[in-house]
């Protein structure tokens, strides 16, 4: 029965299809990395060479096959570390840079490099995230900063996005803050900022009033029945995927009923790498929320780099 045997081919190609997807994003790459990963797929591969063989020859061709398998597997190379660290911007990257750090997690990977002046960077999913730029440092601690300025007693912090960890560390050396959250999707996140960025976040990760929380923000935020005084919401810019849902009215609403009275939400505003369009957008969004909403500006010799919008829960303007 050829129908039969079809269906059966088709089940089995997509019940391999599910299982591999689960197994390798889940469990494979975060335990092993990408390049052991491969590994296995040219064993695999291997394998089913062999299953498929016929059998009066299976013996001299899957030899045959084990061999060039082995030999795959000895010369592949590994993943270049700019590429984590990069992405689409591997070729024109930093080229005195040097790999710190590099992890693969379910959810991102991770890297840490240093150049030759010292300059430590942060990137998640190709992309650089942070630094200790002086101009990223600026808005890194402006996020904290300012929020708590625009608070009268700021007790409790949400911080979305862990990054470096520098702008919660701003809210380490605050006496009046009494309990810092921080919503991380990806575990590999604070275990690097707590080893390369310790002494510029103030070592936040281990500071008794963090709480981390692993999980996606909007989910959080949604479910949880905490509010607080100060939201800082810093994710990956709007246009790497998965992040626009952070940038959107519902999230702003949703943050805005989780503030305490009289507090305050800031949210990160990438001006590189968009268009003023986009820009604008993400900012009347935020000002539909938030009316009575600031901007406030970090630019580059006078020049826009980026910003962050600040919303007071209460109609008065601060």
């Not at 013996?59 to 597997?73: D, E």
């Not at 608070?151 to 919660?168: D, E, H, N, S």
């Not at 100060?230 to 940038?247: K, M, N, Q």
């Amino acid at each position: 029965d050829t129908g039969k045997l079809s269906s059966n081919i088709y089940a089995a190609n997509t019940f391999g299809a599910i299982i591999g997807a689960l197994a390798f994003s889940l469990m494979l790459i975060p335990g092993v990395g990408t390049h052991q990963s491969e590994h296995v797929l040219i064993a695999l591969a291997a394998a089913a060479a062999i299953c498929a063989l016929p059998s009066g020859g299976r013996l001299k061709w899957g030899i045959a096959t084990v061999v060039v398998a082995v030999f795959g597997i000895a010369v592949y190379p590994e993943v270049p570390w700019q590429v984590f660290a990069y992405g689409r911007e591997t070729t024109i990257a930093v080229k005195d840079g040097r790999l710190l750090y590099n992890g693969e997690g379910r959810d991102a990977s991770i890297a840490v490099s240093e150049t030759s002046d010292g300059v430590r960077f942060y990137h998640i999913s190709g992309k650089t995230e942070a630094s200790t730029e002086p101009y990223d440092m600026r808005v890194e601690r402006m996020l904290g900063t300012l929020p708590a300025l625009l608070v009268k007693v700021p007790r409790t912090v949400l911080l979305v996005g862990c990054g470096a960890g520098i702008t919660g560390g701003t809210f380490v050396v605050q006496p009046e803050i009494e309990k810092i959250r921080i919503c991380e999707i990806e575990r590999l996140v604070p275990k690097a900022n707590s080893i390369y960025f310790a002494r510029e976040n103030h070592d936040v990760v281990k500071d008794p009033r963090t709480e981390i929380v692993f999980d996606d923000a909007r989910h959080h935020v949604q479910t949880t029945d905490d509010k607080w005084d100060i939201i800082t919401s810093d994710p990956i810019a709007p246009w790497v995927r998965g992040s626009a849902t952070l940038y959107t009215k519902e999230y702003y609403e949703t943050c805005k009923r989780h503030l305490n009275p009289g507090g305050v939400m800031a949210q990160w505003v990438p001006f590189y790498e968009t268009d003023p369009d986009s820009v604008k957008s993400g900012l009347a969004t935020f000002f539909e929320v938030f009316p009575n909403a600031t901007v406030w500006s970090n630019d580059i010799d006078g020049e826009g780099y980026d910003s962050l919008a600040i919303g007071v829960d209460r109609k008065s303007v601060v």
